[in-house]
């Protein structure tokens, strides 16, 4: 006489508890991880900033020893355009001399993705080397 036998399958995959317990851990380390990467690259950028405001200011002073005069024009200092705008374009910098081209303020002025750095929108730098931001901290590394 034939038995009636239940066949058992295995179940496989996941369950929907199980998968929303991984879509939850996820967001969880979305919400942790992306701000700091985030605060990362714009720190990133701004010591992009912090290099040509140093490489032009290097060369405005190499401009005074010849012309006996800073430039408020990028093009003489070999720019390609006045204001100059950096190669990843974000951050568009420009000059203004005063005391008869005796003295120079370098400007670098956040723009496209780096103007969401509310922190240190801008940065300069003179014919002293001083450097200003709006917070002491945007010249540190």
């Known amino acids: 006489m034939p038995q009636n ?9 996941f369950t929907l508890i ?20 985030a605060d990362f690259v714009v720190r990133s950028n701004r010591a ?15 401009l005074f020893v010849d012309r006996r005069s800073y430039s408020a024009d990028m093009t003489d200092l070999g720019m390609s355009a006045n204001p100059y705008v950096t190669e990843s374009k974000n951050y568009s910098i420009s000059s203004v001399v005063a005391n008869n081209g005796t ?9 496209g993705r780096q103007s ?14 001083q450097q200003g931001a709006n917070s002491p901290t945007c010249w540190e590394k």
């Open 5 to 13: 036998k239940a066949i058992v399958k295995k179940q496989q995959g």
């Open 18 to 37: 199980e998968l929303m317990i991984v879509v939850a851990i996820i967001g969880i380390l979305a919400a942790v991880v992306y701000p700091s990467y």
């Open 48 to 62: 992009e900033a912090q290099r040509e405001l140093m490489r032009l200011a290097n060369l405005q002073e190499q």
């Open 103 to 111: 003295t120079f303020i370098l400007t670098a002025t956040a723009q």
């Open 116 to 129: 969401r750095d509310t922190y240190c929108p801008s940065l300069t730098i003179n014919e002293a080397g």
